[in-house]
């Protein structure tokens, strides 16, 4: 089991909670908006929000990435190493190689039985 120091939590981990809140707290301003509607605004406000909308969904979609690449890299660490040294023996590549793609293979599973089941609840 690694044991991270508060200042490393802090480091990495903070901005990337703080980008995302702020992020958050934009998507639920602009869902109110669209709620209230766009109409009042000029062709030039209703384009920047759009745009705003497009960013937001591309780093909610970063965000997910680097949480998914976050939750491997401490599982597969955990799993396959035992004592850090200046090189990876065999058996340990082997093993992050194949629990990474084992991780990989099973999210892709779940996101593709998740999705054959919206579909069918739409037909």
Known sequence: ??????????????????????????????????????????????????????????????????????TFTDVCWDKCVDSPGSKLDYRTETCLVSCVERFIDTTLAITNRFSQMVQKGVH
Do not use: W
């Open 1 to 70: 089991m690694i044991c991270r120091s508060a200042s490393y939590v802090k480091r990495k981990v903070t901005p990337k909670v703080d980008t995302l809140r702020f992020f958050l707290k934009t998507e639920r301003f602009l869902g109110r908006r669209r709620m209230d509607s766009f109409d009042n605004l000029s062709a030039s406000e209703k384009a920047e929000a759009t745009e705003l909308q497009r960013m937001i969904a591309v780093e909610q979609q970063k965000a997910q990435f680097q949480a998914q690449v976050h």
